[in-house]
Structure formats: structure tokens, C-alpha cells
């Protein structure tokens, strides 16, 4: 049975919906409410009332793939009532709405996810990125004057691993400051030293000279004492000259040894 709607309404109506057929049944009896061209075959026919998640979502799938040229009747109930609706409709208007909320979705996700990933971006470099530049400037700084106690790191207040590496370094940084110091002030001893050891020696060649002309004094007194200031003054030469060869920077003498050459 058809509806007795006019043929420019039932246009409006399925134009509407997108579809190209509705009919209503009730009570065993099916009637048309509007229709259109008819076509000449359906590709698939979908039961809402029977249509499960799992089916439905690869329906949806297949129909966003794969979907854009095939007819559909749309059968089940609606609402409480027993009247059971049919529709008859491409998919093409289907995908396509289904087309654009799938870009729209993953707009939205793109932006959601630049905005998570710049706030993990932002996490890090405050936790691990930032601490870590903190230290390799403090280390760049400190290897170019290590003897400025300004350029230690001051470690921060934490209890993780960076915490312990900042704290370490400030450690480190602060022996070293100390085992320079130590080397320096050894370097400036042994240099007075060693210019006191250069005098003495003079003076001592001096008093050997001295001792020399001594030898040669005829008197008994003089002739007895004279050795022993030649041995005493010969004694504290050696010592000095000991003392200079000790500071000076040796290197070992060359080995030889046989090289396989290439």
C-alpha cells in the first residue's frame, strides 16, 4: 500500500534522509510511505534489531574502506512500538559523513596529541634536559678556571639519580680544587727550593775554592782542619747538586724494541 503524499514532498523527504525508499510495517501489512526510483538491487541488507558491537564495527569499517556504491536496506523497530521501519539507501552519504568525522577526529587527536607532547616535552626538560645542561655548563666553566671556587655547581635539593650526579660533581669538583691547590703550592716549594739549593751551591763553590787555597798554608793547625772543611764542603755540594737532580723532570732512557710495520 502507498502513501497518497505528493510526488514533490516524497522528493523532499528522501533528499532529506538520503534515501531512496521508507516503508513502515505493522501488523504483517507493509506501506510505503514515500519512494523513489527504485532500485534495481540491494547489495545488503542490515537487521538493527539483530546487529551486535563487533558486527556493527566492522560494518562500519567495511563501509569506510571499501563503501561509496552499494544500496542498503535499514530494517528494525523504533522505539517501544511494534511498527518496524525500512529504509532503502546508498551509502554513499554514509561514508561520507563518516569520512568527515574520521578527519575530524583525527584533527582533534593531532591537536591533542601536540599539546601532550609538548607538555611532556616541557616535563622532561624541567626533570632531566634542564639539570643536565646545568652540569655540563658547570663542568665547561669549571675546566676553564678550576681553581675559582665560584664555578662548582651548586647541587639542588633532590633526592634522584640526578640530584645524587649534581652532588657528586660539586664533590668531585671540590677535590680537585683542593688537589690543584696542593700542587701548586708543592710547585712553589719545590721552586724556592730549588733557588735556594742553586745558592748554596754557588756559595759552596765559593768556600771550595776557599778550602783549596787552604791546602796550600803551610802551618800544621791549618794543614789539620783543612780535610775535614774539604770533605764537610764536598759533602754539602754533593747534597745540593742531589737535591737539584731530584727536581728536575727526567725521561726514562729509550728502549728498543721491534715494531711490526704494516
Do not use: C, W
Amino acid at each position: 500500500e502507498s502513501t497518497s503524499l505528493s510526488r514533490t514532498a516524497q522528493n523532499d523527504v528522501l533528499m532529506a534522509i538520503g534515501a531512496k525508499a521508507i516503508a513502515v510495517r505493522d501488523g504483517g501489512v507493509s506501506r510505503l510511505l514515500v519512494v523513489a526510483d527504485m532500485p534495481p538491487q540491494v547489495d545488503e541488507h542490515i537487521d538493527l534489531a539483530s546487529i551486535g558491537m563487533v558486527k556493527g564495527m566492522t560494518g562500519a569499517l567495511d563501509t569506510l574502506f571499501f563503501g561509496g556504491d552499494r544500496m542498503l536496506r535499514v530494517f528494525g523497530p523504533v522505539g517501544d512500538s511494534d511498527k518496524e521501519f525500512e529504509l532503502i539507501m546508498p551509502d554513499y552519504s554514509l561514508r561520507k559523513a563518516m569520512l568527515i568525522y574520521s578527519r575530524n577526529v583525527a584533527f582533534v587527536s593531532l591537536l591533542i596529541s601536540l599539546f601532550t607532547a609538548m607538555l611532556v616535552y616541557a616535563a622532561i626538560d624541567l626533570i632531566m634536559i634542564g639539570p643536565i645542561r646545568t652540569m655540563t655548563r658547570s663542568m665547561l666553566s669549571f675546566s676553564q678556571a678550576p681553581d675559582d671556587p665560584g664555578r662548582i655547581i651548586h647541587p639542588a635539593d633532590r633526592a634522584d639519580e640526578i640530584g645524587v650526579a649534581e652532588r657528586e660533581l660539586s664533590q668531585m669538583q671540590e677535590r680537585l680544587q683542593k688537589m690543584l691547590a696542593e700542587q701548586k703550592h708543592l710547585a712553589d716549594l719545590g721552586l724556592a727550593v730549588s733557588k735556594i739549593n742553586h745558592d748554596m751551591r754557588n756559595i759552596l763553590a765559593s768556600a771550595q775554592l776557599l778550602s783549596d787555597r787552604l791546602r796550600q798554608v803551610k802551618d800544621p793547625t791549618v794543614q789539620a782542619f783543612a780535610p775535614k772543611l774539604v770533605r764537610a764542603l764536598d759533602r754539602a755540594v754533593a747534597y745540593s747538586e742531589g737535591v737539584l737532580h731530584y727536581g728536575r723532570t727526567q725521561e726514562p732512557p729509550p728502549s728498543r724494541r721491534r715494531v711490526r710495520l704494516r
